[in-house]
């Protein structure tokens, strides 16, 4: 439930691999991560240029249909994940090598999710002396990944995990699917949840968008403080992935 309200290039693959550019479709993938079947999603929410909100530090979008998204939460046996689908006119990213985890991945095309793993609904996330209870964990639309501000920093390819997969849209534009993916570690978790357990924890999503090359010129998020979107942690959204429930009992029948 969300109130208020698929993986990407491995390291270890050549750079050709992973970049079938710009053609009808183009996309790459990690190996699978351990996670098992999924349990619990919640349902799309849809984040469009009247809906979301704008980060102060760039500019908005002009025009209605360059920039929207969708986006939900799924739970799996051994973690978490978020999907998301955005539609954009096109797509750059001239900051970041394919296979990248270090680079400055904010100013390309790509998806950010900001967890607040403990709901502490901190003003600012990065306050604590380096400790991060989630943090931000970015996937760009050719592959590249970074997550320095989190729990797991350079984790990608271990932590989390994600694809990207580019198509053109009839009429013009892109389709971007996101499929990532985390470990319970992400969220700075001191243990695993059970799988019973219900997970509460504050979120926010942001894409962010390059149409001519250098600094992104705009960023559109779900949640938040304009001034501050992803280090504002007061205004996230809040996100519950319910955990596994009696089969019976959410037939509602009781058991003998």
Not at 167 to 185: N, Q, S, V
Request: glycine share 10%.
């Amino acid at each position: 439930m969300v109130k208020n309200a698929r993986h990407v290039c491995a390291r270890t693959l050549p750079a050709t691999a992973c970049m079938i550019a710009f053609a009808l479709v183009s996309g790459c993938a990690t190996p699978k991560p351990p996670l098992s079947r999924e349990t619990f999603a919640t349902d799309p929410v849809k984040v469009s240029p009247d809906s979301g909100v704008w980060d102060s530090e760039y500019g908005k979008t002009d025009g209605k249909s360059n920039l929207s998204y969708t986006f939900r939460l799924v739970r799996y046996a051994d973690g978490f994940g978020v999907r998301a689908t955005v539609r954009d006119d096109s797509v750059v990213t001239d900051d970041c090598r394919t296979g990248s985890v270090t680079c400055p991945s904010w100013d390309d095309d790509n998806i950010q999710c900001f967890f607040d793993g403990d709901n502490d609904r901190s003003r600012d996330s990065r306050a604590a002396g380096g400790v991060y209870y989630g943090g931000e964990y970015t996937l760009v639309a050719n592959g590249a990944a970074n997550s320095d501000y989190s729990s797991c920093p350079g984790g990608f390819g271990r932590d989390w995990f994600g694809t990207v997969a580019r198509a053109e849209r009839p009429g013009g534009g892109w389709k971007i699917e996101y499929d990532l993916r985390f470990t319970w570690r992400c969220l700075g978790r001191a243990r695993d949840p059970l799988p019973e357990e219900d997970v509460t924890f504050g979120f926010n999503i942001c894409v962010h968008d390059d149409d001519d090359g250098g600094r992104a010129d705009r960023a559109l998020y779900w949640k938040g403080n304009p001034e501050m979107p992803y280090r504002d942690e007061s205004m996230f959204g809040t996100v519950v992935l319910r955990g596994e429930r009696d089969k019976e009992k959410k037939h509602g029948r009781k058991k003998k």
